[in-house]
């Protein structure tokens, strides 16, 4: 079946490189994602990737994929402490975009 | 332009009671879905709305449904409430399905 498993905590500190990790399951998946949560607050969706693509790159944020291997990362370079908050990766499980969520992945910079 | 909004915010039902949470979709935007994320996990999808009509559902029963007006917003509605649908409610809307934008959510706690 269909899943998505991340690694679920990850601590940093400002200034250096976080790098979130997740793997997925669906090959047929057409877009992969990365939404960030705060605390009592909603998903902000923070970047996508198209599956035909290796890499993008916005700001600070790069995505890169692996198709081979099902594997997708978020790399933020210079982390901030406003970037603490959990992460989410998710993978589109069908053709009208249901998707499907790993556990997220909490992030926690220490200045 | 306003994003996704939900109301209410918060909720407190007994069990066996129902409910009705609402979503109005972010300008431009025809497609509605809705996940339920409990405490600690990742958003888990219920259904999509599009046209008024239930696209695509996810492993959820039959207590859990919803509707979609002319406007493209959205209600979901719960029966026969029980402990275990304690969790916050989230919608998100797209316009092609790519880009889901989530709103702050419904917090129900269910007593």
């Known amino acids: 079946g269909e899943d998505v498993e991340q690694s679920l905590f990850l601590s940093v500190r400002e200034g250096d490189s976080s790098v979130i990790n997740c793997t997925y399951t669906?090959?047929?998946?057409?877009?992969l994602y990365w939404y960030k949560q705060e605390p009592g607050a909603g998903l902000q969706l923070l970047t996508y990737?198209?599956?035909?693509?290796d890499m993008k790159q916005d700001q600070r944020l790069t995505v890169l994929l692996n198709k081979k291997d099902k594997h997708l990362s978020l790399r933020i370079a210079d982390t901030q402490t406003g970037d603490s908050a959990i992460y989410f990766c998710?993978?589109?499980?069908?053709?009208?975009?249901?998707?499907?969520f790993g556990k997220g992945t909490k992030l926690s910079v220490k200045p | 332009d306003a994003g996704v909004t939900q109301s209410p915010t918060h909720l407190i039902k007994t069990r066996g009671q129902q409910v009705t949470l609402r979503c109005s979709p972010k300008?431009?935007?025809?497609?509605v879905s809705w996940y339920q994320q409990a405490l600690g996990q990742g958003p888990q999808f219920i259904f999509q709305y599009y046209e008024e009509e239930e696209r695509q559902r996810g492993n959820f029963p039959d207590r859990f449904s919803g509707h979609q007006f002319p406007n493209y917003s959205s209600e979901l509605n719960v029966n026969a409430l029980l402990l275990g649908d304690s969790a916050l409610y989230l919608c998100?809307?797209?316009?092609?399905?790519?880009?889901?934008?989530f709103g702050p959510g419904t917090r129900l706690t269910v007593t």
């Open positions: 669906d090959s047929s998946s057409t877009y």
């Open positions: 990737i198209f599956s035909n693509m």
């Open positions: 300008s431009g935007h025809d497609t």
């Open positions: 998100a809307s797209s316009w092609t399905g790519r880009e889901q934008y």
């Open positions: 998710a993978e589109s499980g069908g053709s009208q975009g249901n998707l499907i």
